[in-house]
T-cell receptor, first 113, second 114 residues
Framework: QQPVQSPQAVILREGEDAVINCSSSKALYSVHWYRQKHGEAPVFLMILLKGGEQKGHEKISASFNEKKQQSSLYLTASQLSYSGTYFCGTERLSSGSARQLTFGSGTQLTVLP | DGGITQSPKYLFRKEGQNVTLSCEQN?????MYWYRQDPGQGLRLIYY???????QKGDIAEGYSVSREKKESFPLTVTSAQKNPTAFYLC?????????????FGEGSWLTVV
């Protein structure tokens, strides 16, 4: 089942912050975050595993609330290069050995000068 | 350089024709995947393979076929049974390690039916 992302679109000015949320109705093993520029392949940002994690990557960080089956991606002091579509991908606990990654519909982020 | 190579980048298909998209990886990854992306939408899983000579259907396998005869290669055939094949196709691969199952994508192939 596809995870739900919100918001669908965000427009920011350079230097502003943004939060993108991802939620699932199923128990999750992990949450993955990717950024995609138009017509290009998605680029891996980070993965968060069950057990409740928080990770950071310069000014981009994320958290995973295992109990709520929710993850949030935090973009701090956004730069023009942050523009793109952000996808969360989820691996369910019930997948067993078949590690399927199911993606949300994406959040389009636009950073203006 | 290690990576995932997809070809062709752009492909046009006439209705009723089968076409095959190539995907090769030299990352020594065990698992490979095919995703389809329609404009403005997310990625949907077509097929995936955990090991050589084994593959499973994803959410939208109808009208597609795959093979996994070598670890490095996972070609996707779009058959004439796929009624709306125009889309962006992404191949990916992954390998389990202590950090989890990180998936890496190829550059994608654009398929247009004319």
């Amino acid at each position: 089942q596809q995870p739900v992302q919100s918001p669908q679109a965000v427009i920011l000015r350079e230097g502003e912050d943004a939060v993108i949320n991802c939620s699932s109705s199923k128990a999750l093993y992990s949450v993955h975050w990717y950024r995609q520029k138009h017509g290009e392949a998605p680029v891996f940002l980070m993965i968060l595993l069950k057990g409740g994690e928080q990770k950071g990557h310069e000014k981009i960080s994320a958290s995973f609330n295992e109990k709520k089956q929710q993850s949030s991606l935090y973009l701090t002091a956004s730069q023009l290069s942050y523009s793109g579509t952000y996808f969360c991908g989820t691996e369910r606990l019930s997948s067993g050995s078949a590690r399927q990654l199911t993606f949300g519909s994406g959040t389009q982020l636009t950073v203006l000068p | 350089d290690g990576g995932i190579t997809q070809s062709p980048k752009y492909l046009f298909r006439k209705e009723g024709q089968n076409v095959t998209l190539s995907c090769e990886q030299n990352l020594n990854h065990d698992a490979m995947y095919w995703y389809r992306q329609d404009p403005g939408q997310g990625l949907r899983l077509i097929y995936y393979s955990q090991i050589v000579n084994d593959f499973q259907k994803g959410d939208i396998a109808e009208g597609y076929s795959v093979s996994r005869e070598k670890k490095e290669s996972f070609p996707l055939t779009v058959t004439s049974a796929q009624k709306n094949p125009t889309a962006f196709y992404l191949c990916a691969s992954s390998k389990w390690d202590i950090s989890g199952n990180t998936i890496y994508f190829g550059e994608g192939s654009w398929l247009t039916v004319v």
